[in-house]
């Protein structure tokens, strides 16, 4: 690598790459907070200056997602996967919902609901190792059922749901981690989108929910821990206790940034861009192979193999060896994974093209 930090190029599906410009602020703003004389990571979250971040990372958000008023933007913790319980408990009142398990994530997701209520898997693709999206124009959803829900981008997979399914007036529920702020999406067709921030927006640590004002509940059971209801959190503008405040920032600095880039309209094409030099290199190549039914790929994660558990591995520390790092594809499926978030920049991907091509030369 020859830029200025020696970075190289992450491939990661998660943590991963972040937009250097970003770093760069926080670098500089590391040890005075435009002049409070702190760190961010010391300040109070009760203080004046971290409400003005919160505030802001807020409204921002709302302006490059055009959220709706009627929705509430909540800033936790927990993960992705506090979500796959927060969701349910929140959100049955008459016991079932539908979900389609597209994916791992999915199914956890789907598992961990069936706790709290009558879950029914309404549509899966798991008959074909989850490499594409399934017909969900006409599903069988439940007359009582209280959500449908998806996981819209398959991070494992590399599978994307291009149309919203017919939820047949049903709120519908989606798990946004690895495609959040990758292009434009109409709030009004969900009822919650949840993302955890370190796919595509910061650090690990911040997990983003946008729900809808009549979702959220006064009437849950006395179990209900406190910390898992959306109320407490609503109420108390994402402060009812310490949030992850510097996560906070960070996501905070990469709304910022992707303002100056032109918003989520600029960034759908440049990010089509970039999947685009990497699909059409593995639809003409050799050697590699994508795995996924083309009409459900993903422009955020591409998986792709060789058909040779060897030659997957020596491509693997080949490349890692040019600075492409992080192609090993999710532990439960092999291969390779390149995840191509927001960050990543577009040469990073031709570059990886490039060399993708001069090992198919030494290898075929
Ligand atoms: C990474 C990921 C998760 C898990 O997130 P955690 O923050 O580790 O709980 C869930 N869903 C999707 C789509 C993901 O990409």
Redesign the pocket.
């Known amino acids: 690598m020859t830029n200025k930090y020696n970075r190289v190029y992450n491939f990661a ?2 943590p991963a790459v972040l937009p250097e410009e970003v770093l760069e602020t926080a670098r500089d703003e590391m040890l005075n907070y435009q002049g409070s004389g702190m760190s961010v990571m010391e300040m109070s979250h009760r203080s004046k200056t971290f409400d003005n971040i919160i505030k802001t990372a807020e409204a921002d958000l709302r302006e490059i997602m055009s959220i709706p008023d009627n929705y509430k933007v909540l800033f936790l913790q927990g ?4 979500q796959f319980a927060m969701v349910p408990i929140n959100l049955l009142k008459n016991g079932t919902a539908d979900y389609i398990v597209t994916g791992q ?1 999915a199914k956890k997701a789907y598992v961990e609901a069936q706790k709290y209520g009558k879950i029914n898997k309404i549509a899966s693709s798991e008959d074909k190792t989850f490499s594409y999206i399934p017909d969900c124009s006409d599903l069988n959803i439940s007359p009582d059922s209280d959500y449908v829900y998806i ?1 819209e ?3 494992i997979y590399g599978t994307k749901f291009h149309t919203l399914p017919n939820t047949k007036g049903k709120d519908l529920v989606s ?1 946004m ?2 495609c959040f702020l990758s292009e434009p999406v109409d709030v009004t067709k969900y009822g919650l989108i949840f993302a ?1 921030v ?2 595509n927006v910061g650090p ?1 640590g911040v ?1 983003i929910v946008i729900i809808r004002d009549d979702l959220i509940r006064d009437d849950l059971p006395v179990w209900c821990p406190t910390m898992l209801k959306y109320k407490t959190h609503a109420d108390n503008n994402s402060l009812y206790n310490t949030p992850p405040a510097y996560g906070v920032y960070i996501c905070g600095l990469v709304f910022k940034w992707l303002k100056k880039i032109g918003g989520l309209e600029a960034m759908k094409q440049i990010n089509e861009q970039k999947a685009k030099v990497l699909y059409d290199f593995l639809d003409e190549s050799k050697l590699f192979k994508g795995t996924v039914e083309k009409n459900s790929r993903s422009i955020m994660n591409v998986p792709f193999i060789t058909g040779s558990e060897e030659l997957d591995k020596k491509f693997i520390e080949q490349a890692k060896n040019e600075g492409f790092v992080q192609l090993k594809g999710h532990r439960t499926v092999g291969g390779m994974r390149a995840s191509i978030y927001n960050a990543m920049p577009l040469e990073g991907v031709i570059g990886l093209v490039e060399f993708m091509k001069k090992f198919e030369k030494e290898n075929i």
């Open positions: 599906a998660g993960g992705a996967n506090l994530w996981c981008n398959n991070t798990d981690s690895s955890g370190q796919k690990a997990q």
